[in-house]
């Protein structure tokens, strides 16, 4: 790998120097079984700010705080409602991201001045052996640039953000593939702000009933809800919802298109094709979606045609990630 002037070190070396470069303020990008996650102490502003320069992210967008251990949360932000708490216990380790109140020890620019705060327990061992060893909690969104395809291999990191990033401990590929799911359970009835990596149908079987909010163009609530995000740099069109099958053609004279399909290849003349599972497996599709665009935007293609999957568990999180990359496609010609 090229890694430019930013060192890569092994996530399941020794993470004393990784640990010791977030507790002074520095960067670090590391694994999560979601996405990569680019790591900063979340009680120093001044670090919280590298991250929004790294990724030049608005400083409307909130971070995600990470912690080592379920147990970790009550000590940071004090009593959580009862909803909070049984989701925690249920899904942490995990895909899970929850909304409680701010606490004084965390500065205004980890939430974007808002009230409250996303936080979680990633379920990588290396991510919370480090977040451990760092004994801070760690404020770390998707180690890219703002809007752009999210990294799920260290590479990615790597090409990215380059020399913006202090480290990169490389773990390998994650392995869900996709963000995770963000609730806000402090009410009387929960409510999705982002769907994810754990899908709804898990959550309702703990809380019942679960309202999913549509994303925002304005102040977003929780992070990656902007109704434009998780694009590629090359223009991505989001076919209409059908049975997951191809359902365009290549286009005539000579254009080099890229084609995202769910199960099926397509027909011949598309200059590069991914497909998500040859099985119809959700899990896989997921697990695969960006790591499939990252290759089709390296492609040098025109314009990458995707097919959506089916709507229904992690299928709705795919979805929605190919909604928002499509968000700004406008037709050629």
Known sequence: ???GSVRVLPADGDLAEAASVLRTGGLVAFRTETVYGLGANALDARAAARIFEAKARPSFDPLITHLADAADLEPLVGPV????????????????????????????????GLASMAVRVPDDEHARRLIAAAGVPVAAPSANRFGQLSPTRAEHVVRGLG???????????????IESTIVDARGEHPVVLRLGALPVEELAKVTGPVTVRPGSSGQPVAP?????????????????????????????GGVRRGYLAFR????????AVEVLSATGDLTEAAARLFDALHRLDAAVVA????????????????????RRAAA????TG
């Open 303 to 322: 314009e990458i045609v995707a097919e959506p999957v089916p709507e229904t568990g992690l299928g709705r999180a795919v979805n929605d990630r190919l």
């Open 1 to 3: 790998m090229n890694t």
């Open 163 to 177: 020399a913006a990033v202090d480290l990169v401990l490389d773990g390998g590929p994650t392995r869900c593939g």
């Open 224 to 252: 990656g809800t902007l109704a434009a995000h998780y694009a590629p740099r090359t223009p991505l069109r989001l076919l209409p919802t059908g049975d997951g099958r191809s359902a365009a053609e290549p286009a005539p």
């Open 81 to 112: 409602p009862p909803a909070v708490a049984a989701l925690a216990s249920r899904f942490w380790p995990g895909p899970l991201t929850l909304i409680v109140d701010r606490p004084a020890g965390i500065p205004p620019i980890v939430t974007s």
């Open 264 to 271: 099926d290849r397509p027909a011949p003349g598309w200059a």
């Open 328 to 331: 700004t496609w406008q037709p």
